[in-house]
Nanobody
Framework: VQLVESGGGLVQPGGSLRLSCAAS????????MSWYRQAPGKERELVAG????????NYADSVKGRFTISRDNAKNTVYLQMNSLKPEDTAVYSC????????????WGQGTQVTVSS
């Protein structure tokens, strides 16, 4: 099982980034996917989530209206489009896959750094 994030980097305030998380080794279309972030000295927080078929999404209040989560089940990839970035968005962003059924499964990516600074 692998979750590989990409697309992080350094961006100025007000800028945009698109994160990708490529999945392999499991049935991607059966898993709900989420993006989490963790800033230095802070706890990890949920940024956005999307259901297995993509019909339902949820966002942290701090990113509503600025971030959009989406997925392409044909490509086994989940995305996070981040617009109007702020310095407080600086963190390591990780993707998470979760299946809840007769048995629960959960996988994490290694994370990608996003730094918002002028």
């Amino acid at each position: 099982v692998q979750l590989v994030e990409s697309g992080g980097g350094l961006v100025q305030p007000g800028g945009s980034l698109r994160l990708s998380c490529a999945a392999s080794g499991f049935t991607f279309s059966s898993y709900a996917m989420s993006w989490y972030r963790q800033a230095p000295g802070k706890e990890r927080e949920l940024v956005a989530g999307i259901s297995s078929a993509g019909g339902s999404t949820n966002y942290a209040d701090s990113v509503k209206g600025r971030f959009t989560i989406s997925r392409d089940n044909a490509k086994n990839t989940v995305y996070l489009q981040m617009n109007s970035l702020k310095p407080e968005d600086t963190a390591v962003y990780s993707c998470n896959a979760r299946y809840s059924g007769w048995r629960d499964y959960e996988y994490w990516g290694q994370g990608t750094q996003v730094t918002v600074s002028s």
